[in-house]
């Protein structure tokens, strides 16, 4: 199985902030790599696919880069609706496998 | 609207069983795969298994092979996942998923609201 590790487990920032998160992949999964935004009592939403490709209504200030083993997902400048848990996913193979995700607090 | 609603959820003993189901609206439901992932209280996202558009190809993880089974119907737009021999362990919320296909790298792009499972005595 390949095992997805995030980092951090979690973060405080203020909002306005420039906050980056990275995964890393135990083997190269080239660019089958998805970030995900789950709040509290919420199913996850899609925000990053393929690495670096925005879902559609997601906000420009979310952006994926990496490809190989090691990823990151980087928020711009953090708005107030951002502080939630986020998830890495690969789909190169099955299992589909998550990171343990990156909770992003209120400073 | 593209939509998908989970049910089936409740409380079950050890050893017990249940049906989920996921309905599904607004997309061609039989051109897309379909997944159920859980997630445990406090806990991360757990992906559990995974169906073909026809239903022909079938993946599990390790956690729930032999024990659960992955199904679908598309000529009723829904998706089914039959939960045996449940264990405390399987306490969580579980949701479906759509497979976004070639163009999304496969990422999950819908999803539905989840249904708790809880599997206590």
């Known amino acids: 199985d390949i095992q997805m590790t995030q980092s951090p487990s979690s973060l405080s920032a203020s909002v306005g902030d420039r906050v980056t998160i990275t995964c890393r992949a135990s083997?190269?999964?080239?660019?089958?790599l998805h970030w995900y935004q789950q709040k509290p009592g919420k199913a996850p939403k899609l925000l990053i696919y393929?690495?670096?490709s925005l879902q559609s209504g997601v906000p420009s200030r979310f952006s994926g880069s990496g490809s190989g083993t090691d990823f990151t997902l980087t928020i711009s400048s953090l708005q107030p609706e951002d502080f939630a848990t986020y998830y890495c996913?690969?789909?190169?193979?099955?299992?589909?496998?998550f990171g343990q995700g990156t909770k992003v607090e209120i400073k | 609207e593209v939509q998908l609603v989970e049910s089936g959820g409740g409380l079950v003993q050890p050893g017990g069983s249940l049906r989920l189901s996921c309905a599904a609206s607004?997309?061609?439901?039989?051109?897309?795969?379909m997944n159920w992932v859980r997630q445990a209280p406090g806990k991360g996202l757990e992906w559990i298994s995974y169906?073909?558009?026809?239903?022909?190809?079938?993946y599990y993880a390790d956690s729930v092979k032999g024990r659960f089974t992955i199904s679908r119907d598309n000529a009723k737009n829904s998706l089914y996942l039959q939960m045996n021999s449940l264990r405390a362990e399987d306490t969580a919320v579980y949701y479906c998923?759509?497979?976004?296909?070639?163009?999304?790298?496969?990422?999950?792009?819908?999803w539905g609201q989840g249904t708790m499972v809880t599997v206590s005595s």
């Open positions: 996913q690969q789909t190169y193979n099955t299992p589909r496998t």
């Open positions: 083997q190269s999964i080239v660019s089958y």
């Open positions: 169906i073909s558009n026809s239903g022909d190809i079938i």
């Open positions: 998923a759509v497979t976004g296909g070639y163009y999304y790298k496969d990422a999950f792009d819908i």
């Open positions: 607004g997309f061609t439901f039989s051109s897309y795969e």
């Open positions: 393929a690495a670096s």
